[in-house]
T-cell receptor, first 117, second 118 residues
Framework: AQKITQTQPGMFVQEKEAVTLDCTYD???????LFWYKQPSSGEMIFLIY??????QNATEGRYSLNFQKARKSANLVISASQLGDSAMYFC??????????????FGKGTHLIIQP | NAGVTQTPKFQVLKTGQSMTLQCAQD?????MYWYRQDPGMGLRLIYY???????DKGEVPNGYNVSRLNKREFSLRLESAAPSQTSVYFC?????????????????FGDGTRLSIL
């Protein structure tokens, strides 16, 4: 079975500061993918960034980067120069090569990020 | 550029009523999924369909049925709604063409259906 743990239920950050959202995972799959999604108050799920377990470099996508530490089973999302529009729920998710028994994503409970002016 | 379209966006049902949530994608994706999101929790997989004509159970399938009508459409049916099924339901799709060697590809989500069962 796969499990995602996000230990920060909520965070308050000043605008323009960098933010790190924590994510640890547990899986027995030899190959897996890690994903971060953003859910604004309007409710839609927006894909942000992906990291493959065998990728040699940490993923980056604009202001988003993923601090992937495989030995520690962590995949923290870093948002540089935060903006008011970054206020949202953020979900870490993973998919194993076996899908954990089902071909879907396993999600954490999320972190509610609030950017303050 | 519609992506994944879910209907309806909101619905209120009485206990015991039935209804079908509709989902359609225009990205030519093979795989489609239904999730539910409850307060304070992440999304949980209800059912998925790897291709037209196939469906499989996810983590929380009890009380639901699905139909993969064709490549574009994947519906979720509640035969006898219960208050415990009050939730936000998301449909998603994914391409079979993956990123990197192992074929992982992000899922693209619809805007969700807010379902309340009284």
């Amino acid at each position: 079975a796969q499990k995602i743990t996000q230990t920060q239920p909520g965070m308050f950050v000043q605008e323009k500061e960098a933010v790190t959202l924590d994510c640890t995972y547990d899986t027995s799959d030899p190959s897996y993918g890690l994903f971060w999604y953003k859910q604004p108050s309007s409710g839609e799920m927006i894909f942000l960034i992906y990291q493959g377990s065998y990728d040699q470099q940490n993923a980056t996508e604009g202001r988003y980067s993923l601090n992937f530490q495989k030995a520690r089973k962590s995949a923290n999302l870093v948002i540089s120069a935060s903006q008011l529009g970054d206020s949202a729920m953020y979900f870490c998710a993973m998919r194993g090569i076996s899908g954990g028994g089902a071909d879907g994503l396993t999600f954490g409970k999320g972190t509610h990020l609030i950017i303050q002016p | 550029n519609a992506g994944v379209t879910q209907t309806p966006k909101f619905q209120v049902l009485k206990t015991g009523q039935s209804m079908t949530l509709q989902c359609a994608q225009d990205m030519n994706h093979n795989s489609m999924y239904w999730y539910r999101q409850d307060p304070g929790m992440g999304l949980r997989l209800i059912y998925y369909s790897a291709s037209e004509g196939t469906t499989d159970k996810g983590e929380v399938p009890n009380g639901y049925n699905v139909s993969r009508l064709n490549k574009r459409e994947f519906s979720l049916r509640l035969e006898s709604a219960a208050p415990s099924q009050t939730s936000v339901y998301f449909c998603a799709s994914r391409s079979q063409l993956g990123i990197g060697v192992w074929g992982h590809q992000p899922q693209h989500f619809g805007d969700g259906t807010r379902l309340s069962i009284l």
